[in-house]
């Protein structure tokens, strides 16, 4: 057989696939995507769907954007693919824009996926602080590699063998779901303190990191109280450990500012891009102080790869940061994100299954539940309405953890218009309906 794209119909489609692919998790949607546009992918019928998850959280400019695809030729043309020790002009033009961006993050290494620059991150931290422990949060997501992975717990810890040596977690503030109560209010303050007394307990005297989300997305959208950032950071400097932050989903405007740590008027030692900054194509960053760089090339910091300072992926960067700016979607990600959240309220008004709408921007939670007072998960009516907006034009993603119901990460394109989020409104309130 040639090498050449599947062509034949809709059975033989699906009978290819079982054949020669490799199942790497949850079940593959029943419709073959054919091309997508701004807001909407096509299947092979021709039938328009909404994509309320930016493809994998990723397209924020919307499907295969007329300027993303003008740079993506062009370069394809000029300058694609180099040796690694080779520089070109967008590489470090991306690295000098991003820095600007981000004061006291100057330096940037760039990568292809979010676990590879959390790889990068924390095998810096660990360079830099001469340490090897690793603390994340409980319900984090942050990589499917190594150290990645091993940091990831909300998920994939079972099967492949031992997670790194001195890997810890602590619990991640949940307002909707408390553990620890002062005077009848959520007391995330006394949870962070009891949570680092059982680290230091636990600890050899070697911590090197802290990772974290802003909002943790796979662990169902859970938005870190204001202030927990400040509060977490001092509690690394306290132990001489490295703050770094995931903003894979959470960056480049998505919630309303550009970074999300904007917000809590913090800089992280170390700050990962991923997924946004290509708009969904494959582009990574790690941004450093100059400090930190400059003590980890003394102590020989390696990280080569294929890919590193690619120059195609690093012009669509440029690009992408060019048109947030230009565009004002970070702006765009507030107002829409506001429509989008009074809707999601409105819907939590009619549907007693609806437990919590959260989030920031154009990055939402809402959780499915089977009894409001209680907060008892209703998984399966969350794949059920999951599916029902398929069958409606809709597409969602639910994340299903233990512990929690379905809890749907709703994150349309930054160039989603009014009508695209009332028309995701209108079917996911049919849906939720036609589930009861």
Same mark, same amino acid.
């Given at each position: ?179 620890? @109560? *002062?005077?009848? %209010? ?5 949870? &962070? /303190?009891? =949570?680092?007394?059982?680290?230091? #307990?636990?600890? +050899? ?28 950071? @001092? *509690?690394?400097? %306290? ?5 770094? &932050? /995931?903003? =894979?989903?959470?960056?480049?405007? #998505?919630?309303? +500012? ?179």
């Amino acid at each position: 057989m040639s090498a050449k794209p599947h062509t034949s119909g809709a059975k033989e489609f699906w009978n290819a696939a079982r054949d020669h692919l490799i199942r790497y998790g949850g079940e593959f949607t029943p419709h073959i995507i054919e091309r997508a546009q701004g807001s909407f992918v096509y299947d092979s019928t021709g039938r328009a769907i909404l994509d309320f998850t930016s493809g994998q959280m990723s397209a924020v400019l919307g499907h295969c954007h007329p300027e993303i695809a003008a740079t993506i030729a062009e370069s394809a043309r000029t300058l694609d693919h180099l040796f690694s020790g080779m520089l070109s002009r967008p590489v470090v033009g991306l690295a000098e824009a991003l820095g600007s961006l981000v004061p006291g993050l100057e330096r940037a290494l760039l990568l292809s996926t979010g676990a590879e620059s959390n790889e990068a991150a924390l095998r810096l931290a660990k360079v830099v602080t001469g340490k090897y422990e690793v603390v994340s949060f409980a319900q984090s997501w942050h990589g499917m590699t190594g150290a990645a992975a091993s940091a990831t717990y909300s998920a994939g810890r079972r099967g492949a063998g031992p997670a790194a040596v001195g890997s810890f977690a602590i619990p991640a503030p949940f307002p909707y779901r408390p553990r620890f @109560e *002062k005077n009848g %209010q959520y007391d995330w303050r006394a949870e &962070l /303190d009891y =949570a680092f007394d059982l680290l230091d #307990r636990q600890s +050899t005297g070697n911590l090197a990191a802290f990772i974290a989300e802003p909002i943790l997305s796979s662990g169902g959208i859970i938005d870190l109280p204001e202030g927990y950032l400040r509060a977490l950071q @001092e *509690k690394c400097r %306290q132990r001489e450990m490295l703050l770094i &932050l /995931d903003e =894979a989903q959470t960056g480049v405007g #998505r919630t309303g +500012t550009m970074f999300a740590f904007e917000r809590d008027g913090v800089v992280p030692d170390i700050l990962t891009l991923s997924k946004t900054l290509g708009a969904g194509l494959p582009l990574a960053a790690v941004l450093t102080s100059r400090e930190i760089e400059e003590r980890a090339h003394e102590r020989g910091f390696l990280f080569y790869t294929t890919h590193v300072s690619d120059p195609l992926p690093a012009a669509i960067g440029l690009k992408v940061l060019e048109i947030v700016q230009r565009d004002d979607l970070a702006g765009q990600a507030r107002r829409m994100g506001a429509r989008l959240a009074n809707g999601l309220r409105a819907l939590q008004d009619r549907h007693d299954c609806v437990g919590d709408v959260r989030g920031r921007g154009l990055l939402l939670g809402m959780e499915i539940v089977r009894d409001r007072a209680t907060k008892e998960p209703d998984d399966k009516r969350g794949a059920a309405i999951t599916n029902a907006c398929m069958e409606r034009g809709l597409s969602m993603n639910v994340v299903q953890l233990p512990g929690m119901g379905g809890v749907f990460r709703i994150a349309p394109p930054l160039t989603v218009s009014e009508a695209e989020i009332d028309l995701g409104l209108e079917i996911l309130d049919a849906a939720i309906g036609a589930t009861q």
